[in-house]
């Protein structure tokens, strides 16, 4: 049954909750590799369990980070590869298009689209969310920031593969469902705020110009300060949001807030200079 030719990368750190739902789903790939970082939970144990291959990862502050390092260590078996969270679960109809569009000559990478839950409740409308996750590994890596001991996130989270070649879509989309807790969330989110704070006063100092259409909008209405209240309007009105109940508002503002963190940190930041 494990027959498409895909190695599938899970890069973890204390993901008993969520892991068992996504290694389950995973049987049709002939290759699964699990990516630790010093796991105290079952983690590891629920990965050897269900037959993936792990892997240990241990940062030293510099490049490169998780994925990057395991595109370059690994034993990887195939020439695809697709990079999954512990909490992003694919389904048969997924499954299914992935094997038939990794045969299309043409492509050297996929991007993927996810279904998404919010406080145990699928959203139907907000602004959807889409990575580039599926490429073939002599054909892509994930881009390198230069944000040694500045960082504190030991994983691409922020950072887009750069591919060579055409991308084109995978339509069947992968369930995103973290079944950790809201205070995990809140916490997560802060850290990653943390790091956009970081990366936005080194863009500021190094005046990168390699940034997609997205991140260029979204560094310009940081620059404005609208970035929170332009988000939340988009999200909840333009986006229909408000369609999705007291979860559509709470995940619009979790979102909007998050914005304002990344702005009061960089604020902040430039207090401290």
Known sequence: MNNIPITVIISVKNEALNLTSCLEKLNRFNQIIVVDSGSTDATLSIAATLGAEVLQFVWNGKFPKKRNWTLQNANILNEWVLFLDADEFVTQDFVNEVEIKI??????????????????????????????????????????????????????????????????????????????????????????????????????????????????????????GLLPMVYFLGAYFLKLGFLDGKEGFYLARFKAHYFFQIQTKVAFLKLKK
Not at 142 to 154: R, T, V
Not at 172 to 198: G, P
């Open 103 to 224: 045969q299309e000559s043409n492509y050297n990478g996929f991007t993927i689209q996810f279904e998404n839950y919010f406080m145990d409740k699928k959203l139907r409308y907000g602004y959807g969310f889409k990575k580039t996750a599926l490429f073939k590994k002599t054909k892509g890596a994930y881009e390198k920031i230069e944000e040694n001991f500045w960082s504190h996130l030991d994983m691409e989270v922020h950072e887009h593969p750069i591919i060579e070649g055409k991308i084109g879509l995978i339509h069947a989309k992968v369930i995103h469902k973290d079944f950790k807790t809201l205070e995990h969330y809140i916490d997560k989110h802060n850290a990653y705020s943390s790091w956009e704070a970081q990366r936005y006063m080194q863009l500021k100092k190094t005046n990168n110009g390699n940034l997609s259409f997205n991140q260029k909008i979204k560094y310009g209405l940081l620059n404005t």
